[in-house]
Nanobody, 123 residues
Framework: VQLQASGGGRVQAGNSLTLSCEAS????????YAWFRQGPGKAREFVGV????????VNAEALKGRAAISRNNARHMVRLIVTDLKSEDTATYYC?????????????????WGRGTEVTVSS
């Protein structure tokens, strides 16, 4: 499975951003697709996941209700929408996939990773 994340860039604080992850090379509908992010000097953290079973989980502690994940099996696309962006959202955002996953929040459980897309939130 190849993953291509896009949509990053420089964004003003308070605005919204949509990141896209396009998958190819596998049976899209049988994978969990997760978003992780890594800010400057920080460890990589779980943002959210869309499971092959049809559920979605978002890291409420880190995003505080400002994030949502959508999935389009027909287009092989998963999107992360983050609203009311803050400086602490500045990070490289990664898309990852796990075959028949269980909605894991642990990066070790994801076999496939995209290169990441950088987001910089400016005030």
């Amino acid at each position: 499975v190849q993953l291509q994340a896009s949509g990053g860039g420089r964004v003003q604080a308070g605005n919204s951003l949509t990141l896209s992850c396009e998958a190819s090379g596998g049976l899209f509908e049988y994978y969990d697709y997760a978003w992780f992010r890594q800010g400057p000097g920080k460890a990589r953290e779980f943002v959210g996941v869309s499971t092959w079973g049809g559920t979605t989980t978002v890291n409420a502690e880190a995003l505080k209700g400002r994030a949502a994940i959508s999935r389009n099996n027909a287009r092989h696309m998963v999107r992360l929408i983050v609203t009311d962006l803050k400086s602490e959202d500045t990070a490289t955002y990664y898309c990852a996939a796990a075959l028949r996953g269980d909605g894991s929040r642990s990066e070790e459980d994801y076999q496939y990773w995209g290169r990441g897309t950088e987001v910089t939130v400016s005030s």
